[in-house]
């Protein structure tokens, strides 16, 4: 299984809602990353996850919350949206964070905010 | 800091030969990767670099020179379906170990 799922494929969300982006892996990845891809943009890094602990925060908005419940799950809790962060939100992961371990990246989440 | 640059966009024929160039300024090197976009799909890995010296994978290669700062993904023999965006990334050996992507480079193959 070399597979990274992202659940939902499409979210539309109001300002006022909360609502959770969910990504899954099975390859015994210890490394867990969110990326947040405008369109005809790079994918830029958001939050790392390694061994389940937090490690970097790119000085992200509070607005977007990640959590780590255990080494194969990582959420991106949403709340309080602006119209500005409607992208498409990718979830990877690989084996550490050292020299050749590629990125296994999910099909993405894209979220519209109304 | 981290720069990555690569041409936003490239055109070429079926059948040809392409290549995509990368250059790079970061605060570190612990390796260079190449991935594949589709436009509205994930990134898909496609090659790495860490050594100097021409890396090849069936028709895809990519070679790295690190005094240069310097990339390039040669796609041979293309095909309708390498119309795609290709993503440079390079990983720093310090400090922030995630990848930091390049802006992209549209590549549209014609008949």
């Known amino acids: 299984d070399t597979e990274v799922t992202q659940t939902p494929k499409h979210l539309v969300m109001g300002m006022t809602n909360k609502k959770s982006l969910k990504c899954e892996q099975h390859m015994g990845h210890r490394a867990m990353y969110w990326y947040k891809q405008k369109a005809k943009k790079p994918p830029e890094l958001m939050f790392v996850?390694?061994?389940?602990?937090?490690?970097i925060n790119e000085s992200v908005p509070s607005r977007f919350s990640p959590e780590c419940p255990n080494s194969s799950l990582l959420n991106l809790h949403l709340h309080a949206l602006q119209p500005e962060d409607s992208a498409l939100y990718l979830c990877?992961?690989?084996?550490?964070?050292?020299?050749?371990?590629?990125?296994?990246f999910g099909q993405g989440t894209r979220l519209t905010v109304v | 800091g981290q720069n990555i640059d690569q041409p936003t966009e490239m055109t070429a024929t079926e059948g040809a030969i392409v290549q995509i160039n990368c250059t790079y300024q970061?605060?570190?090197?612990?390796?260079l990767f190449w991935y594949q976009q589709h436009a509205g799909e994930a990134p898909t890995f496609l090659s790495y670099?860490?050594?100097?010296g021409l890396e090849e994978k069936g028709r895809f290669s990519s070679f790295l020179s690190r005094s240069k700062g310097y990339s390039y993904l040669l796609l041979k023999e293309l095909q309708m379906k390498d119309s795609a965006s290709y993503l440079c990334a390079v990983r720093p050996d310090t400090g922030r170990r995630a990848l930091t992507f390049g802006s992209g480079t549209r590549l549209q193959v014609q008949p």
């Open positions: 996850y390694s061994y389940e602990k937090l490690s």
């Open positions: 970061t605060s570190g090197f612990n390796g």
């Open positions: 670099n860490v050594l100097d």
């Open positions: 990877a992961s690989s084996q550490g964070q050292a020299g050749n371990t590629e990125a296994f």
